[in-house]
């Protein structure tokens, strides 16, 4: 794991800092503000250090000269520090019987005054090791402090053989029996203390040897030189030991090191992203709680971001999942670095997660969010190709939004749907209005699913004319929920719930079985289009339940166009590709819905098997005033003529806007103009009425127009509502499509 500094901070944010410290693929880190340490430290930016470094130093004057391996010159001053007291301890037990077997046979500053010098110096050593022997200390800390002790020792141990060297001619022959043993003794004691220091130790044993030796042959008869021969192949002995015993510590040591690097490794990599390196969701969610519960004691405010990347599936689906993996890691690399006090963590395949300490006011997160937003945005080079994503955030702050990191995170995500319902690469903070259309939005979830939809939900009608011929060619399915407890719910909001909820897939299934039902009474020449969502068209078993709903229905394939929007590539581009081309296998056409909106991309009708393209009616609102939308307007005709496919003009509302689409090009119209949607009983009565002259149809509805007091359309995803403004919800479709 990287062993970094870290400027001191409080200990929730300091951890929270710590994570992106952690990451081996960082540069630097950009450090959190927040008043974390005597309620006000500030984290600044600091460098990180590669895992592979590690506090080591060179032998110098340590074991064999050589580079010390990590954690073992620690370990050395552990066991020397242990250790120490008692050495220690037996020279000052030395010293004393030194004073009272020779203060009558040598001088007193001999017998008395350099062994009460020492014995001071002992207890003091005694004394130092004790209170610093469980101090905190790096590898090149513990060098410096057995390096120092070395010397110490080793100055001491020549002092006391010197001193034993002079004494050696006044003492008697008992007396100088003593200093023999004493030194002897004193040899085996370093020995014990300083086995994990084969130098010092080595060292320490040839220093009291040699007099010894001296001592013992200067005494002339046969037993001492037996004797000190005796000693010093033992001492010798005793050093190969000692030598074997520090080889064994030494690669305990590594072993240990080695276990604990493997250890933190291994968190390492169950609390990181391997292809970013950022922090994981375990992580993320491991640090927001810590955080959040600095932030009560101190009475600060926390938020917490999710970033969701715009149009991330189309490169990955197009380009291959090589250059999506470098585009999220550029990415990563991007929000780490867009500054601010902010903690980046990837939560999800493309959603990157935000803690930030110490928030202020609402401003600062929405700049930290554009800030985000705009770095996220720039082009991408990943290797030959270049490419760009687009990125919303949803924002909440503890403890406004919610007390709990799980509801907190929660209400982020619902700000996040906002953000990409309101237009996409956007900020969103959670307030008080979110907060209450989640209250309204969690009746009808639970009302949904208690729901019996066979009974509940039904299919309304809206026609599309054909122009040129003068009559209705088709109609489009529209979704109407009639709630026994909440009434008529509209279709912008329960569909987007059921998505959520998990219940599209059947919401679909029952609105297709009942649009086909009615199709079957209907002219075989007037043809059913019916919506469905992302979440079915991307899906290989949900497509295929619709094939066999199609199939078993009655109704030829080539009557039913299918609709989709754009949005629900951003899903999966190879699925639904895949999926797309089954249903034309079947015989269904598939049209591209609400063109110009979302993510929009002559590529996608290029590349995919659309059979016709229906364009939207935010290019018709003013098309009688706005000569750029004309222009659209006439181009998007014109290329649909030459390559072969269908054209649909939506949101004809006006005489007006119908004489300037039909000059134009546009003969399949669609829109409130011709009628607002209709149940399925009234179906054949429209058709009598309106499917024969164009003129007369026209002079119909004029007629009929006055008493429409609401207009609704279709919306992509499963089927799909319009305000009374007959504004086409486009941040709906665009929302479905992303959630």
């Known amino acids: ?43 600044m930016k600091t460098a990180v250090l590669p895992v592979s470094t590690r506090e080591s130093g060179t032998g110098g004057t340590l074991p064999d000269n050589v580079h010390m391996l990590p954690g073992v010159a620690t370990a050395q001053y552990r066991s020397f520090a242990a250790n120490m007291p008692l050495f220690f301890a037996s020279v000052v037990a030395t010293m004393l019987t030194a004073m009272f077997v020779l203060y009558r046979e040598v001088p007193h ?26 101090d905190t200390v790096t590898d090149s800390e513990a060098e410096q402090h057995l ?58 044993a040839v220093v009291m040897m040699l007099p010894f030796t001296g001592f013992m042959i200067a005494m002339g008869d046969v037993g001492s030189i037996a004797s000190a021969i005796n000693s010093l192949i033992n001492v010798g002995l005793m050093t190969v030991v000692m030598s074997r015993y520090q080889r064994e510590f030494v690669n305990l040591v590594r072993s240990e090191a080695e276990t604990v690097q493997l250890g933190k490794e291994n968190v390492r990599l169950a609390n990181h992203d391997m292809l970013t390196g950022l922090p994981n969701r375990r992580l993320f969610f491991e640090h927001l709680s810590t955080v959040m519960q600095t932030a009560a ?3 600060q405010s926390v938020a917490v971001g999710i970033a969701d990347l715009d149009g991330f599936k189309p490169v990955n689906d197009t380009h291959g999942h090589r ?53 996220v945005a720039a082009p991408i080079n990943a290797g030959s190709i270049v490419t760009s994503v687009g990125c919303s955030i949803g924002f909440a702050v503890y403890p406004q939004a ?9 209400r982020a995500d619902y700000a996040l749907y906002h953000a990409k319902r309101s237009g996409r690469s956007k900020s969103v903070v959670f307030a008080e209005k979110h907060d209450t259309l989640l209250r309204e939005q969690g009746g009808i979830d639970q009302a949904l699913r208690a729901a019996d939809l066979e009974v509940e939900l039904f299919p309304v009608f809206q026609p599309i004319v054909d122009t040129a011929v003068g009559r209705t060619v088709a109609f489009e399915s529209l979704a109407r929920w009639r709630s026994p407890v909440l009434g008529d719910v509209r279709p912008a909001t329960f569909i987007p719930i059921a998505e959520q909820a998990g219940l599209i897939g059947d919401v679909t299934e029952v609105l297709l079985r009942k649009s ?27 497509t295929s339940r619709l094939m066999s709903i199609i199939s078993e229905s009655g109704v030829s394939p080539s009557r039913i166009s299918i609709e989709l929007t754009e949005t629900a590539l951003l899903y999966s581009y190879v699925e639904t590709n895949a999926n797309m081309r089954r249903l034309q296998q079947l015989g269904v056409n598939i049209s591209l819905d ?43 005709i014109s290329m649909c003529k030459d390559i072969g496919i269908g054209c649909v003009v939506e949101g004809i509302e006006t005489a007006e806007q119908l004489d300037v689409v039909q000059r134009l090009g546009a003969d399949s119209i669609q829109g409130y103009f011709f009628s607002k949607p209709i149940e399925a009983a009234a179906v054949s009565a429209f058709l009598n009425t309106h499917g024969a002259k164009s003129g007369e149809h026209r002079q119909a509805v004029e007629a009929n127009l006055a008493s429409h007091a609401s207009l609704e359309l279709v919306v992509s995803g499963a089927l799909r509502p319009v305000s009374s403004s007959s504004v086409v919800d486009t941040s709906t479709r665009t929302l479905q499509a992303e959630r």
Request: hydrophobic residues 45%.
């Open 402 to 410: 919610a007390a709990t990191s799980d509801i907190l995170y929660e």
């Open 594 to 636: 609400d063109f110009g909106t979302g993510y929009s991309s002559l590529s996608h009708i290029h590349a995919l098997p659309f059979d016709k393209l229906k364009i939207d009616k935010t290019f018709v609102d003013e098309i009688q005033l706005n000569s750029r939308s004309r222009n659209i307007v006439r181009s998007l």
């Open 109 to 134: 500053w001999f017998a008395i005054g350099a062994p009460c010098v020492f014995i001071g110096i002992c207890l003091w050593c005694i004394r130092w090791w004790r209170v610093h022997r469980n």
């Open 323 to 375: 250059v999506g993996d470098a585009v999220l890691a550029e990415i990563a690399s991007r929000l780490r670095g867009s500054g601010g006090p902010v903690l980046v963590a990837r939560v999800g395949g493309d959603e990157f997660g935000l803690i930030v300490c110490d928030v202020k006011a609402e401003d600062e997160l929405m700049a930290i969010g554009d800030r985000a937003i705009k770095a």
């Open 516 to 542: 086909l039902t009615e199709a079957l009474k209907w002219p075989t020449d007037v043809h059913l289009s019916f919506n469905v969502s992302p979440l079915d068209i991307c899906s290989h078993d949900r």
């Open 297 to 299: 004691e101190l009475g």
């Open 1 to 43: 794991m990287v062993a970094a500094d870290v400027a001191q901070g409080q200990r929730a944010c300091q951890k929270v800092q710590e994570v992106q410290l952690k990451n081996p693929q960082s540069a630097a880190v950009r450090g959190m503000k927040g008043q974390f340490v005597a309620r006000k430290t500030t984290f």
């Open 147 to 204: 390096k120092l002790a070395t010397a110490i020792l080793l100055g001491s141990t020549v002092c006391v053989m010197a001193i034993d060297v002079a004494i050696f001619p006044f003492a008697s022959i008992h007396a100088r029996y003593y200093v023999v043993v004493q030194i002897l003794a004193s040899t085996m004691a370093g020995f014990y203390c300083l086995m994990h220091l084969k130098y010092a130790a080595s060292l320490t």
